[in-house]
């Protein structure tokens, strides 16, 4: 008799859990539709994957056809509304909101304190590899003492030192893709294959000049040992080539710990495992030698009444940190242990900065490359801007060629606005992070719209504000893909059109200036967690896309039985990774 109960005990648990669950999500369910909110119901957690473009199309189950990047908007407009509830049976007693319009993540950014990160997620752990960085550090007290020693190494001298390594990759790209120099009678339109590796390609070098002082070979298997940052020979891997090896195995790298690389019957990872503790005593090595020669530099440097000078990014975090010591102690009279950064903090950041700084630039630039070749009006407007700045002297390689190349110096940047306006366009259009996820520490609302009318043609369409309550613990999704196709925040938002975001300001003095406005744009986040690079990423973006438009007019390359239209759109089409990521295109330039 035991054992029959017990039996039929072990059939019905299932059973019971089973009818449990479907009765907490038919609740959740009909909870949504009594409140009249428009909704979007799943089997399991779609929206917040970095890899839900992976997903099959399962109605009811995965509705990914819902969560398309190819018309962000559309969820939007088509719900009269932009925000829209989401349920998930895997977690049949949630709700999220999934938000549409970039004046919400403003107000989130004001209230850092009550929308917390989800640092949990998988694409932050794997952006601590190295050690904690402010990326992946949560709202408060710990984003702030990792931005206090960060946010000086963003200085105009690591600009300046930005731009002038751009530019030399720049000239590196075209020689080693026989762009230039040409015969000077030649009529040929050279053509540059895979857009996309060679923008990341390009942006490496730059980093690598302006970020560690190194030049970093454009064949990564040509390195040197000799090629160190802080000028040690002995290394099992030079950093050169360090830094390439470790953006090539990235994915190793944020999932695997290093016994295992090491250990790998796979060459592969062991190359990769190498890489890894090769550029951890690299940094090492950079910081100990750093912390000796910055302490001697200052002392000479305040003598003479001079600012010091950083030869890196690592020394400028080094010393940074020494600052933030010093403050520290001359307000409080000691050093407490967690103030600054750690030396495995530092680590991180460094990687974070790799990461983060090299794949996103690179991805605009070639997004930003696919578009002006599908806009070659705008190539014409940029150029007329361009055309109007001081070029530098002919360098010793060009001097003999009837048309050398023109170079800008970093000084002329400022006067370039249409030209950054082309890289926020190219943001609007294209956004890299495509999502954000936030999480309510406490009760709190959000203000929504929603409209009577069609939402793709919102001229005189009647919009209706509104207030949503959000319970502490819910997840709000921020669909920035959206942000830059609403049509309620931009005018023709389908169309390619930086002068959108061009403005004039006047002066103290009633002098007009041509400048940036870009009210709704958001690519670079907003509020205390702003991209701490987005200056530098202006910086390099702007330098090589001015360089290109002086001296070259571009298309894209159309496959055989493609038109050129087709062509256009394969080359800007985007695909969603751990960020959206760029088509391998290619393009044939033309010298002006």
């Avoid at 009550?114 to 007290?141: C, D, H, W």
């Avoid at 921020?478 to 002068?499: I, K």
């Avoid at 990774?577 to 290619?586: E, G, I, K, V, Y």
Wanted: charged share 25%.
């Amino acid at each position: 008799m035991a054992s029959s109960l017990l039996l039929i005990g072990v059939i019905s648990l299932p059973f019971t859990l089973l009818l449990r669950w479907f009765v907490s999500y038919a609740r959740t369910v009909l909870k949504v539709r009594r409140s009249g909110f428009p909704a979007i119901h799943s089997g399991i957690v779609v929206f917040e994957s970095f890899v839900r473009s992976w997903y099959p199309r399962v109605p009811v189950l995965l509705p990914m056809e819902k969560f398309t990047l190819k018309k962000p908007f559309e969820k939007f407009a088509n719900a009269r509304s932009d925000m829209i509830v989401l349920t998930e049976a895997s977690s049949p007693n949630r709700v999220s909101y999934l938000f549409g319009s970039p004046k919400v993540l403003r107000e989130i950014g004001r209230h850092g304190d009550i929308f917390l990160k989800p640092v949990e997620k998988l694409r932050y752990r794997m952006l601590n590899t190295f050690g904690l960085q402010i990326v992946s550090t949560q709202n408060g007290a710990e984003h702030d003492r990792h931005k206090r020693v960060i946010k000086s190494v963003f200085n105009a001298e690591l600009m300046e030192s930005g731009w002038r390594s751009m530019r030399n990759m720049w000239r590196n790209m075209l020689r080693e893709k026989g762009v230039y120099p040409t015969a000077p009678s030649s009529n040929a339109a050279p053509i540059i294959p895979d857009m996309k590796g060679t923008m990341l390609k390009v942006m490496l070098g730059a980093i690598g000049g302006s970020w560690f002082g190194i030049e970093i070979p454009w064949d990564s298997a040509s390195s040197k040992s000799s090629d160190c940052c802080h000028g040690k020979k002995n290394e099992s891997m030079p950093f050169a080539e360090t830094l390439h090896t470790v953006w090539d195995t990235t994915f190793a790298q944020t999932l695997l710990p290093l016994w295992s690389m090491e250990w790998s019957p796979l060459s592969y990872l062991r190359h990769a495992g190498r890489a890894r503790r090769s550029l951890i005593a690299h940094i090492k090595a950079a910081q100990n030698e750093t912390r000796q020669r910055n302490e001697e530099a200052k002392k000479e440097a305040e003598g003479q009444g001079r600012p010091r000078k950083y030869r890196n990014l690592i020394g400028a975090l080094v010393d940074s940190q020494n600052d933030v010591e010093i403050e520290e102690r001359a307000e409080k009279g000691y050093v407490a242990p967690d103030v600054g950064l750690s030396d495995k903090e530092v680590q991180g950041n460094i990687f974070a900065f790799l990461i983060g700084g090299h794949e996103t630039s690179s991805h605009a630039l070639a997004f930003a490359m696919a578009l002006l070749a599908s806009n070659p009006e705008w190539q014409e407007n940029l150029y007329a801007e361009v055309s109007k700045a001081n070029v530098l002297p002919a360098d010793a390689e060009s001097v003999d060629d009837s048309k050398p190349l023109q170079l800008i110096a970093y000084k002329e940047w400022p006067n370039f606005p249409l030209v950054l306006a082309s890289t926020v366009e190219t943001l609007r259009l294209r956004d890299l992070a495509m999502q954000l996820t936030r999480v309510a520490s406490r009760d709190t609302t959000l203000n929504y719209t929603t409209w009577e009318g069609d939402g793709v043609n919102p001229a005189g369409t009647k919009v209706h504000q509104h207030t949503v309550a959000i319970p502490a613990g819910t997840r709000v999704h921020l669909d920035l893909a959206a942000f830059g196709y609403n049509p309620f925040r931009w005018e023709d938002p389908e169309t390619y059109n930086p002068a959108r975001h061009i403005g004039e300001t006047e002066d103290a003095n009633g002098e007009k200036k041509v400048t940036l406005v870009t009210p709704d744009f958001v690519a670079y986040s907003t509020g205390s967690r702003q991209c701490i690079g987005k200056r530098y990423a202006e910086v390099t973006m702007v330098c090589f896309l001015a360089h290109m438009i002086l001296n070259f007019r571009w298309e894209v390359v159309a496959n055989p039985g493609e038109t050129q239209e087709q062509a256009n759109v394969r080359a800007s089409a985007g695909t969603e990774h751990f960020m959206l990521t760029p088509p391998q295109f290619n393009l044939r330039f033309f010298r002006r």
